[in-house]
Nanobody, 118 residues
Framework: QVQLVESGGGLVQTGGSLSLSCAASGRTFSIYDMTWFRQAPGKEREFVAAINWRGARTNYAESVKGRFTISRDQAKNTVYLQMNNLKPEDTAVYYC???????????WGQGTQVTVSS
């Protein structure tokens, strides 16, 4: 099992920045990649960014390319999402997810609220 705890959400004005963290514990050696998703009120959960845990390859949704950066610190078992030039449409609950090798199990954090005021 892998446990995930997100932090760093909050309220920010348009154009501002926030940094989210997702700390993993448990069977962290089994993590293949980690992904940030978000879910706005009344909308489906959507992909934001992903990072391969060992190789650090990254992938981004078109809507956040050039504004968000995903990174990880293996020593701290933590993945980060640096969000710059935030827009009101970025308002959502942001979730961290981990996928493991082998079984491909997915684990989720509890989510952290990001609100961007116009």
């Amino acid at each position: 099992q892998v446990q995930l705890v997100e932090s760093g959400g909050g309220l920010v004005q348009t154009g501002g920045s926030l940094s989210l963290s997702c700390a993993a514990s448990g069977r962290t050696f089994s993590i293949y990649d980690m992904t940030w998703f978000r879910q706005a009120p009344g909308k489906e959960r959507e992909f934001v960014a992903a990072i391969n845990w060992r190789g650090a390859r990254t992938n981004y949704a078109e809507s956040v390319k050039g504004r968000f950066t995903i990174s990880r610190d293996q020593a701290k078992n933590t993945v980060y999402l640096q969000m710059n030039n935030l827009k009101p449409e970025d308002t959502a609950v942001y979730y961290c997810s981990a996928t493991t090798y082998g079984s491909g199990d997915n684990y989720w954090g509890q989510g952290t609220q990001v609100t961007v005021s116009s």
